[in-house]
């Protein structure tokens, strides 16, 4: 498949995306989880390539460039006036990106989000200049494709469909919603529609809600669309943090987010049942957002195996559904070989008493 572009490899097939590389690295200590800036590609270059190494290793077929918040705005609101500039930043990640994904067949995407000038109420005009100075600096990296992400607003959505799409590149456009819709009460469906309307290829989800959630939200997505007589192909990058009840603002309204949010991770054979669900669906591009690491991609591939006519790499110290453990010295760790026992295995988080908080369905924030 080497050289194919994102439609050619989905058109004959699934396609993994990566994982949640800004989580990853503020758990590993690169991250200041009150900014989520991603000046570590200046700063630790080395560890954003071990981890997408990682994530490629782990059966990925795209790397995502790591530029999020990486907007000239966000930066120096975050960092001062003496911060690492957005040039630096794009060409940094880009450069990155490049290295890992020439290591396998893998494909760049460049990633370019949500806008402040909108939530500004500044208009078209404004929202889509400040697009156009993210797309300028992917096109002078010669990213492969492009990945609209993490919109909260169709309206938004829409505007930033129509400025990437002047670039000639293919454009993904993923939402940051669950199966209530928008902020602004527009249902997933509607926006499914009107993403797929305004020209992006590739539709779908990402980061806010869990799996559960996400095929929930992809499911009504697809019945919208097949309603509507389109068929873009379908994405999800759910996070891997289970979050039921949530509200619209996802996994921002657990009490833990973000420095206690380890109990309610989702194990491979989660993340197994998800691949399997959004592909049944008719999802061909699956992959994971924050609180994926690359196990959860392996598990991705290894789910997906049979269909991609391939394992990944690192299953070769890996066989799916506790297959390793038949050469262990303890029987009763042999027993538990086989899907039978993970599958239906409820983890315990091993905590005996109850959580001392309950959602904020309305928390404050700036989405």
Not at 211 to 240: C, H, R, W, Y
Request: hydrophobic share 40%.
């Amino acid at each position: 498949m080497l050289c194919e572009g994102l439609l050619e490899r989905l058109r004959e097939g699934v396609v993994v995306g990566d994982g949640g590389v800004i989580f990853a690295l503020e758990r590993r200590g690169y991250v200041d989880a009150g900014k989520w800036t991603p000046e570590v590609v200046v700063e630790h270059p080395e560890a954003v390539k071990q981890l997408q190494r990682e994530f490629l290793r782990a059966g990925s077929d795209v790397i995502q460039t790591f530029t999020y918040n990486g907007t000239q705005d966000k930066l120096t609101r975050a960092l001062g006036k003496n911060a690492i500039s957005c040039q630096q930043i794009a060409d940094a990640a880009c450069r990155i990106a490049e290295e890992v994904a020439k290591e396998g067949d893998a494909l760049i995407a460049g990633s370019i989000t949500k806008c402040a000038s909108y939530k500004d109420g500044k208009g078209k005009a404004a929202v889509q200049a400040q697009i156009r100075s993210q797309l300028e600096l992917f096109i002078k990296n010669k990213v492969d494709f492009l990945i609209a992400e993490l919109f909260f607003h169709v309206e938004e959505m829409e505007w930033a469909i129509e400025e990437a799409l002047k670039t000639g590149l293919e454009v993904a456009a993923t939402m940051g919603i669950g199966e209530k819709g928008d902020l602004n009460g527009v249902s997933a469906g509607e926006c499914a529609v009107r993403m797929a309307k305004a020209g992006a290829k590739v539709v779908g989800v990402n980061c806010m809600f869990d799996p559960d959630e996400t095929v929930k939200t992809i499911k009504a997505m697809k019945t919208a669309l097949d309603d509507a007589g389109l068929s873009p192909f379908l994405m999800t990058q759910p996070n891997g943090f289970f979050c039921p009840g949530a509200g619209k603002y996802g996994y921002l309204s657990c009490p833990e987010f973000p420095y206690a949010m380890e109990p309610r991770l989702v194990t491979r054979f989660d993340v197994h049942r998800y691949a399997r669900a959004v592909y049944d669906l008719g999802v061909r591009y699956i992959g994971g957002c924050c609180g994926f690491e690359p196990y959860h991609i392996r598990a991705i591939a290894e789910e997906m195996a049979e269909e991609r006519g391939k394992m990944p790499p690192a299953s070769d110290k890996h066989k799916p559904w506790g297959k390793c453990l038949e050469t262990s010295y303890n029987e009763f760790l042999r027993k538990r070989v086989g899907r039978d026992y993970w599958e239906g295995l409820i983890p315990s988080s091993g905590r005996l008493q109850p959580p001392s908080h309950v959602y904020d369905l309305s928390p404050e924030n700036d989405l």
